[in-house]
């Protein structure tokens, strides 16, 4: 049985850091692409930042670009990401994803992945 189990998530002030770490239990972790999404209290799910398995490419939602960063290591078969400037509206339940169809405009899509963490939360007081 395939388990993603996320952790690092906390209360953190505005312009704090977190590192969230995913785990996950995939035989072929280096071939799934690796991604981060989050949902907002009423909000829907949406994309944050991914990993593709293939050539090692990195893919981030706009209203996180320069203040996120994703990375991976593949023999301890964690994926990572760095939130620094952490701000309000960042608070969230973060989800970690894993795939083997997401690639180039399709990692956004949250169903072309095949796994799924239980969600770390991340709450951003002002």
């Known amino acids: 049985q395939v388990q993603l189990v996320e952790s690092g998530g906390g209360l953190v002030q505005t312009g704090g850091s977190l590192r969230l770490s995913c785990a996950a239990s995939?035989?072929?972790?280096?071939?799934?692409?690796m991604g981060w999404f989050r949902q907002a209290p009423g909000k829907e799910r949406e994309f944050v930042a991914a990993?593709?398995?293939?050539?090692?490419?990195?893919y981030y939602a706009d209203s996180v670009k320069g203040r996120f960063t994703i990375s991976r290591d593949n023999p301890k078969k964690t994926v990572y990401l760095q939130i620094d400037s952490l701000k309000p509206e960042d608070t969230a339940v973060y989800y970690c994803?894993?795939?083997?169809?997401?690639?180039?405009?399709?990692?956004?899509?949250?169903?072309?992945?095949?796994?799924w963490g239980q969600g770390t939360q991340v709450t951003v007081s002002s």
């Open positions: 994803a894993a795939g083997r169809r997401p690639y180039g405009d399709t990692v956004v899509v949250g169903t072309e992945y095949d796994y």
């Open positions: 995939l035989r072929t972790f280096s071939y799934y692409t």
């Open positions: 990993f593709s398995w293939s050539g090692g490419s990195t």
